[in-house]
């Protein structure tokens, strides 16, 4: 079953499906209720500037009738797992928007890392919000997790670092031409 959530005409949130909300209680808050965010402008809740501008331009096409659907590959992983996902976003009556996700591929993660979080001054590193690669900022390339934890070491300070998300050179080629006309 997907989870999934959709947008009115006017980009607030007006459902999320009982698959959604289960994910969203185990993920990241066990008393998580809806009535948090139904009513919301979805773009609230996008913090990275490039990926908001995707999603909206991705919203904008569908609503004036450039493209029925598009289908987003992107991972969705946890502490302790690697999820690669696709999420198929499509318009539905009225103006509004579905946005509906499927778990494509999980596996276990054996990382045991620290439970303290790296104090406000500490650099943060940035992640890729759709392959969650990360950049090293000494060799300027972008890296899967595994290898950042390995040659950047970031654990070893008995603290986990702050995130800061954005978008890979990879994916944000991906994400234009799939939002270009066919």
């Not at 909300?21 to 808050?29: M, S, T, Y």
């Not at 276990?108 to 303290?116: E, F, L, M, S």
């Not at 300027?140 to 702050?162: K, N, S, T």
Request: charged share 35%.
């Amino acid at each position: 079953m997907p989870y999934e959530y959709k947008i009115n005409e006017k980009d607030r949130l007006v459902e999320v499906n009982d698959s959604w909300l289960k994910f969203a209680r185990e993920n990241w808050d066990p008393a998580f209720e809806p009535e948090k965010i139904i009513g919301q402008v979805l773009w609230e809740f996008i913090r990275d500037e490039t990926t908001r501008h995707f999603y909206q331009t991705i919203v904008e096409k569908l609503r004036v009738g450039e493209r029925d659907e598009y289908h987003i590959p992107f991972r969705c992983d946890s502490p302790d797992k690697i999820r690669e996902m696709e999420m198929i976003i499509k318009k539905v009556k009225g103006g509004g928007i579905s946005f509906s996700s499927f778990l494509k591929k999980e596996k276990k993660r054996n990382i045991k890392g620290p439970y303290q979080y790296a104090l406000h001054n500490e650099p943060a590193i940035r992640m890729c919000s759709w392959c969650k690669k990360i950049f090293n900022d000494e060799t300027e390339e972008w890296v899967d997790l595994d290898q950042a934890i390995r040659e950047m070491h970031y654990f070893e300070g008995g603290r986990l670092p702050h995130v800061t998300h954005g978008i890979c050179d990879s994916c944000r080629e991906r994400l234009k031409k799939s939002v270009s006309p066919e």
